[in-house]
């Protein structure tokens, strides 16, 4: 249950950080209907699939396991432009997934 509810969370999030990226859209590029993004957001499929999750993680450019396993909150953060190009790029999941280990691996 965990599962669906973090992951229906960070869909809303980043369909919003990726230009308000719409369901339909997002859909298309899965190759799923609207319908079932409304349902995976709304936290009404008991188990999305690993190919199902890993396409929209694909589509959404971010690592796997950040999809599910973590809680996604919006964060305006001013960064260089060549860096925001980065992690918009193909590298970005790579460098977004180094970023976080870099930071799970950090002392509290």
Known sequence: MQLT????????????LRGRL???ELAQ?????RRTIARLE???VADPGVDQVRSLAG??????DLLVTRRLVPVTLPVPTDV??????EEGVDLLARIIRAVDETPR
């Open 42 to 44: 709304n936290a009404e």
């Open 59 to 64: 589509a959404l450019r971010v690592p796997f």
């Open 5 to 16: 509810k973090t992951l229906a969370t960070n869909l809303r999030v980043l369909r919003e």
């Open 22 to 24: 719409g369901q339909l």
């Open 84 to 89: 925001r190009d980065r992690l918009e790029g």
């Open 29 to 33: 590029r899965v190759g799923v209907s």
